[in-house]
């Protein structure tokens, strides 16, 4: 009689498995730590200390940019931590050796997933509590509105993730990353809302900045933060949660489609 063969562990496990493999990784290299969490946090106590009363906003500095650097923060710990750790991890030739294994590709896959996850709630519960012990900033003011961050939270994170994912294939190598990721990254937070109020862009900024996630993000953010009455800053005049969540959904939609057509588990350079 011979003895019943065990049984693999199935995808979800594994890729629950490697996504905690790849937090413990993340955190044990401590300047992406640093950068990644420090960076809107910094930008949010500069911009408390150095606009607050620059400008006729109607509420505190912190207050106003809160929900931009809110977004900015959760697009930096997917697009721009996949987009090139991704991409990385291909020139280094470990995704060949991970496609070599029994491991299923959804569980790499489902591995960033909890990896960007846990990045983005960590991020944003950082970036709250500065804001609130520091500054004393206002929270959303009902459940509704935190109903609104936490749908925003969620399509932002995932949109931003799989457009990393993607972009990260456009990549020659390790080097070229950085470039691809970071510099797009850098120009759509200043078109978008981030840092210069979208009262002052361009209409033609904005139509632009319309196309990408981010400034969606930042508009959904501003919903769940500002009064009901500073929806009148709004090119439109209204928060168009409608419309933020039919553009997030989309890129969610087009980041997939564009991560099964895209992704590469060699290097070009390999064939």
């Not at 959760?74 to 931590?81: D, G, I, R």
């Not at 991409?87 to 491991?103: C, K, N, S, W, Y």
């Not at 299923?104 to 012990?133: C, I, W």
């Not at 990549?171 to 210069?196: D, E, W």
């Amino acid at each position: 009689m011979t003895a019943p063969e065990a049984r693999l562990p199935g995808p979800i496990r594994v890729g629950l498995s490697r996504g905690l493999l790849e937090v413990r990784e993340f955190v044990r290299e401590w300047e992406s730590v640093v950068f990644t969490f420090t960076l809107p946090s910094l930008v949010l106590l500069l911009f408390g200390v150095i606009f607050e009363g620059a400008f006729d906003a109607g509420m505190p500095a912190v207050d106003f940019y809160l929900p931009g650097l809110i977004a900015m923060g959760l697009m930096s710990v997917s697009f721009q931590t996949l987009g090139t750790g991704i991409a990385v991890e291909r020139d280094r030739g470990g995704l060949r050796r991970l496609r070599g294994t029994p491991m299923p590709p959804t569980a790499y896959f489902l591995g960033k997933t909890v990896l960007v996850l846990v990045l983005a709630l960590a991020q944003l519960v950082l970036l709250l509590g500065v804001a609130v012990l520091v500054h004393g900033a206002a929270m959303p003011r009902d459940a509704a509105a935190w109903g609104t961050l936490a749908w925003v939270f969620l399509l932002g994170t995932v949109a931003g993730a799989l457009l990393g994912t993607a972009v990260s294939s456009l990549a020659r190598n390790a080097r070229t990353a950085s470039g691809i990721v970071v510099v797009p990254f850098l120009v759509l937070q200043f078109i978008s809302g981030i840092f210069v109020p979208v009262s002052l862009l361009p209409d033609w900024v904005l139509g632009a900045a319309s196309l990408f996630p981010l400034k969606w993000m930042a508009q959904g953010m501003r919903a769940a933060f500002y009064p009901d009455a500073f929806s009148a800053i709004e090119p439109s005049g209204a928060w168009d949660l409608h419309l933020v969540a039919l553009a997030l959904g989309t890129w969610c939609v087009v980041g997939l489609l564009l991560t099964l057509t895209t992704f590469r588990w060699k290097t070009r350079k390999d064939g």
